[in-house]
C-alpha cells in the first residue's frame, strides 16, 4: 500500500494536469492525448515511478480518459448534425485494426523507444499546429479503395503509439481532403472512439512491472477518474475563453510549447 503522502501529491498532480487539458481543449480545439501523455509521464517521474514500461501506463491511461470524452464529444457534436457518419462508418475498420496492432506493439516496447516515437510524431504535429494553412488540400475528397485502406489503419496504428484519440492525426487528413473543419474535429471525435475503446481493451491485459498505485494492466484508475473528472469541469472555461478572445495567436504558442515537449522527450529517449 503506498503512503498517504505520495498518493496525495499524485492527487494534486493530476488535479493540475487535467484542469490544464480540459482548459487547452476547450480553448484551441487540441486533443487531450497530446497534453496527458507528456504530463503523466513527467509527473509519474517525479513521483519515482520511472520503469522501463511508464509510457505503456501514460498512453493506456490516457486513451481510457479519451474513450469518456470523445464518446461524449460525439453526442454533443452529433446534436448539432456535425458528425459525417458516412466517412466515420467507411474509415471505423481499418482504424480499428490500426489501433488493435498498434496496442500490441506498443506493449512489447520499453517505454525509452516509445518516448522517441513520441517526440517524433509529437514535433510533426506541432510544425503542423504552427505553420500548416487551411487552404492546404490533397484532393476534393476523402480518399477510398485502396487509400482508404491503407490510411485508415495508419490513424488507429499512429494515435495509439501516442495515446491520442483522432483529433491530431483525423482532423488535418480530413482538412487535407476537403471535409469542412467544424464537420472534420466532429467526426474525428467519433475516431477518437474507434481508436481508444480496442486500445484500453487490450492494454487491460498487459503486464507492467514498478506500476503507479492502482494501475490495472496499463490503466492507471486514479489518473483516469481525476482526469475525466477535471477535464469535464474545466473544459467548458476554455470554451468561453474561446468565444472571448482569438484562439489563433494561442494556437501557434501551443504549437511551440507542444513541438519544445516533444523534442525534450525525444532528446530524453536518446539520452542526452
Known sequence: MPETGLLLQMLVMLLAIGAFAGVLAGL???GGGIILVPAFFY?????????????????????????????????????????????LRSWAIGIGIGAVFGMLLASSLRSITLQAIFGCLGVVIGLYMGFGRSEWRLGQEMPKGVKRAVLSPTVGFLSVLM??????FGVPLMSLFNVPIHRAVATAAGFGVIIAVPAVIG?????????????????NLVAFAVIVSMTMITAPY??????????????????????LVALNMLRKALGY
Open 163 to 168: 495515446g491520442i484519440g483522432g483529433g491530431s
Open 28 to 30: 484551441l480545439g487540441v
Open 43 to 87: 509527473a509519474f517521474q517525479v513521483l519515482g515511478y520511472d520503469g522501463p514500461q511508464l509510457m505503456q501506463v501514460c498512453l493506456a491511461t490516457s486513451l481510457a480518459t479519451i474513450v469518456v470524452t470523445s464518446v461524449r464529444s460525439v453526442l454533443s457534436h452529433n446534436k448539432k448534425g456535425a458528425v459525417d457518419w458516412e466517412i
Open 238 to 259: 476554455g470554451v468561453k475563453l474561446a468565444h472571448a478572445m482569438d484562439p489563433k495567436p494561442l494556437k501557434r504558442v501551443f504549437a511551440v510549447f507542444l513541438t
Open 203 to 219: 492494454f487491460l491485459f498487459v503486464s507492467i512491472d514498478g506500476a503507479p498505485p492502482y494501475t490495472v494492466g496499463a490503466v
